[in-house]
């Protein structure tokens, strides 16, 4: 018995022991694995926070403040498929690369406004504040330059960016199958157009200066004080900052480039498109793509001018009239003109924009004459879009329209019936007349009286059909479709009760042929009883 405990108890520790290790094994298994998932999340994207107990290690932001978090592992640190891990790496590659666009269009377009304002700052202030080729003269154009290198930096990550989630979005491991020709001159395009800046301010030589300052020295010495007086009368801009004598070709590559410096802002419908609701929102990219519709900027213009017509439209004409005025002044202050002011600038192109043109000012160069020309044609675009605008805002719509003719037709129901009975009335007139054997003036004046009241009855008549066929075009499909399915659901509701009618009468019809054999087989007993009780009388009456 003692050596029998002594197994018992020796076989229970063996037991014990095994399980012990068993589980040590299992926790080091976990404890392992779960720390190469922390380590690979952690890898892939250092920024978030990883949960320990479930190891989550993917949080998706769906509008902004509410967070879903998709685990990267199942149940107690279970490992996932490699199909589902490499899905959920793209996922997310996807959306940082998209949150990385978007902030790379909005710094580019910050870069790129920076740069228009210090082009129109030294275009304001050379003349004025400080002469060409002073410090400050240097700084501003240095500044220009630079924000145009960092803009082009900008650029070019911005397309590596989106060539990375090209690669992601078609599952490709070669960048190069992205690179296209018509992405590749789109870039190039791109680059070219921000790379355009005034650079003609470096080339300025102080030997030049001297030699314009002379000149105008000896020219105010020699000139009558009238003709002084009436130059000065005449200047009504402040000059350009390149706008000597010897630099005529320089000058005029500077005010093409410094126009040309307003293309940046093409930048603007990209930075509104990745920070719009609608690219945003993952329910309206979904049935976009199930309708197989393309989000570009010009699905979010139609949606703009859809839902908010009158202030998109009239953003575009202030922010054009504003720019196309200063790019007019730019223009003419090369002659000297009274377009080169700014009030002036701005009645010249409202009044070429609205397609009055008064005569009264005129542009004096080519660079003017093209300014104003560009905005003519823009001015007609504009005016065919407020026009729309305007007939879409004042159109009744479907319920106003219904009101509108259904009260005319009542009213034009009522003028028929009183036409009617004006011809009634004109006939029994004119027969009256005849009887009565009137004057033949009065006999032919009731005969005018009649053609004219059968004339407004069939006026009337013509009219009130024409109001019928064009309420009759306004047919809303819809509504139609729910009528025809109430009356196709009257229609089952009404076939469900005659079959039910029908399956009544059989029951009946059945209960009744039972109870017809029933009382047959009544009958035919009853008959046969009658039968069996009448022999034996008669068998007995013949002994008697």
């Known amino acids: 018995m003692p050596s029998r405990n002594r197994r018992e108890s020796a076989t229970e520790g063996q037991e014990e022991d095994e399980a012990t290790e068993e589980d040590d094994r299992r926790d080091s298994t976990d404890s392992r694995f779960g720390r190469a998932m922390e380590m690979t999340d952690s890898n892939l994207c250092p920024d978030s926070k990883v949960d320990e107990r479930n190891c989550d290690g993917l949080i998706k932001r769906n509008g902004g403040d509410t967070e879903i978090t998709v685990p990267l592992t199942y149940g107690h640190c279970k490992k996932v498929s490699p199909i589902e891990g490499e899905n959920l790496y793209r996922l997310r590659n996807r959306k940082f690369l998209l949150e990385e666009k978007k902030r790379l269009g909005a710094w580019a377009l910050a870069t790129a406004v920076f740069g228009i304002t210090l082009m129109i700052l030294h275009n304001e202030l050379c003349p004025v504040v400080y002469q060409r080729g002073s410090v400050y003269a240097l700084t501003i154009s240095s500044a220009i330059s630079i924000s145009t290198g960092c803009l082009l930096v900008l650029i070019i990550v911005f397309h590596y960016k989106d060539v990375r989630l090209f690669v992601i979005d078609h599952n490709q491991l070669d960048w190069r199958i992205a690179m296209t020709r018509p992405r590749v001159l789109g870039i190039s395009l791109e680059l070219l157009v921000c790379a355009i800046h005034p650079v003609v301010t470096y080339w300025w030589s102080p030997e030049e200066e001297e030699e314009q300052e002379e000149e105008h020295v000896v020219v105010g010495a020699s000139s009558p004080p009238q003709l002084l007086l009436d130059r000065a009368h005449a200047n009504f801009s402040a000059p350009l900052c390149l706008s000597t004598r010897n630099f005529g070709p320089l000058r005029d590559l500077e005010i093409l480039l410094t126009a040309m410096m307003f293309l940046r802002l093409y930048l603007v419908h990209r930075t509104i498109l990745l920070h719009s609701k609608v690219l945003l929102n993952a329910s309206y990219r979904t049935i976009g793509s199930l309708n197989k519709i393309n989000f570009s900027f010009r699905f979010l213009l139609k949606v703009l001018m859809n839902k908010y017509p ?231 009456a013949p002994h008697r």
């Open 310 to 540: 009158a202030r998109t439209l009239l953003a575009f004409i202030l922010i054009f009239w504003i720019l196309a005025s200063w790019t007019l002044t730019l223009c003419e202050r090369q002659v000297q003109e009274k377009t080169g002011n700014m009030d002036m600038a701005l009645w010249l192109t409202a009044i070429t924009f609205l397609t009055v043109g008064y005569g009264d000012v005129s542009p004096e160069t080519r660079c003017g004459r093209v300014v104003c020309l560009f905005t003519g044609l823009m001015g007609v675009a504009s005016t065919a879009m407020m026009v729309a605008v305007m007939t879409r805002k004042l159109a009744l719509n479907k319920g106003e329209k219904h009101v509108h003719f259904f009260m005319t037709d009542i009213q034009i129901s009522k003028r028929v019936r009183h036409a009617a009975a004006n011809v009634l009335r004109e006939c029994w007139l004119l027969h009256r007349t005849d009887v009565s054997k009137c004057s033949s003036g009065q006999h032919r004046y009731r005969q005018r009286c009649l053609l004219e009241a059968i004339r407004v009855f069939r006026y009337l008549r013509i009219k009130q059909r024409r109001l019928r066929d064009h309420a009759s075009e306004m047919v809303d499909l819809q509504k139609m479709q729910m009528i025809m399915l109430d009356m196709s659901a009257n229609w089952n509701n009404s076939n469900l009760q005659l079959e039910q009618r029908i399956l009544s009468m059989e029951h009946k019809l059945e209960d009744l042929t039972h109870s017809l054999q029933q009382t047959s087989q009544l009958l035919t007993q009853v008959v046969g009883r009658q039968s069996l009780e009448r022999r034996p009388s008669h068998l007995s």
